[in-house]
């Protein structure tokens, strides 16, 4: 019987210490915090967890009342919204699906500007006609 804490089951052979960021909003270190308060052992595999110590994680959770899962996904679609309305450089960056954070755009991201290399000279642009 695989754990399901916030709608996903935890996988059953990953230690509970990585099991628990298979949630999302939960990472490594908050996941060593969460067992810590919940005196549960970071060695303890998934399988190995009783129900009383799944509820225990799961009330902690409860308590701290972060985001995770479809609450976090909604708060940042919502931010990302906010920006495109409002008209901001990063929301422009959004909105074209771009590098957002000041990455080069001029040899990375490809993708995004249509220029797919699938061998090593397709895609790139024609060379200047000699004279």
């Not at 270190?29 to 799961?58: C, F, H, M, P, W």
């Not at 309305?85 to 074209?96: Q, S």
Request: no cysteine.
């Amino acid at each position: 019987m695989s754990a399901r804490i916030a709608g996903v089951n935890l996988p059953d052979n990953k230690r509970i210490v990585i099991g628990l960021t298979t949630i999302n909003g939960i990472g490594k270190s908050l996941s060593e915090k969460l067992l810590k308060e919940a005196d549960i052992d970071v060695q303890k595999r998934g399988k190995d967890l009783t129900e009383e110590e799944v509820n225990r994680i799961r009330q902690i959770i409860d308590k701290q009342g972060s985001l995770l899962e479809g609450e976090l996904a909604r708060s940042v679609h919502a931010n990302i919204k906010r920006l495109r309305e409002i008209g901001t450089w990063r929301g422009m960056r959004h909105a074209k699906h771009m590098p957002v954070r000041g990455q080069r755009t001029k040899t990375n991201s490809r993708t995004v500007r249509g220029n797919i290399r699938k061998t090593t000279t397709s895609g790139k642009k024609p060379a200047a006609q000699k004279t």
